[in-house]
Nanobody
Framework: QVQLVESGGGLVQAGGSLRLSCVAS????????MAWYRQAPGKQRELVAT???????NYAESVKGRSTISRDNAKNTVYLQMNSLKPEDTAVYYC???????????????WGQGIQVTVSS
């Protein structure tokens, strides 16, 4: 079994900051790309940021310059530091990881359960 568990969400005022964390656990052999997505009410899930196993980062235009994705491979953890938050950043945030399980040669994509981020104006 593999699990991704997010933490760090909550309610914050516009202009504030939050740091989301996502820990992968279970029968993990290796982790490839990791990412954060978000889904606002009535909207489709969208990609926020990605980080490869080598540390290359990419961001959606909507968060570029305000957010930083990072990972700690020793802890199987991906982070999303969000600054200068806006009400339009309000959404459920999901982490995502491409994982190869122990004793398999196949990679699969796993999702966390999601965590609410609410930015008040």
């Amino acid at each position: 079994q593999v699990q991704l568990v997010e933490s760090g969400g909550g309610l914050v005022q516009a202009g504030g900051s939050l740091r989301l964390s996502c820990v992968a656990s279970g029968s993990i052999f290796s982790i490839g790309d990791m990412a954060w997505y978000r889904q606002a009410p009535g909207k489709q899930r969208e990609l926020v940021a990605t980080v490869t196993s080598g540390g290359t980062m990419n961001y959606a235009e909507s968060v570029k310059g305000r957010s930083t994705i990072s990972r700690d491979n020793a802890k199987n953890t991906v982070y999303l530091q969000m600054n200068s938050l806006k009400p339009e950043d309000t959404a459920v945030y999901y982490c995502n990881a491409r994982i190869i399980k122990i004793r398999t040669a196949l990679s699969a994509t796993y999702w966390g359960q999601g965590i609410q981020v609410t930015v008040s104006s």
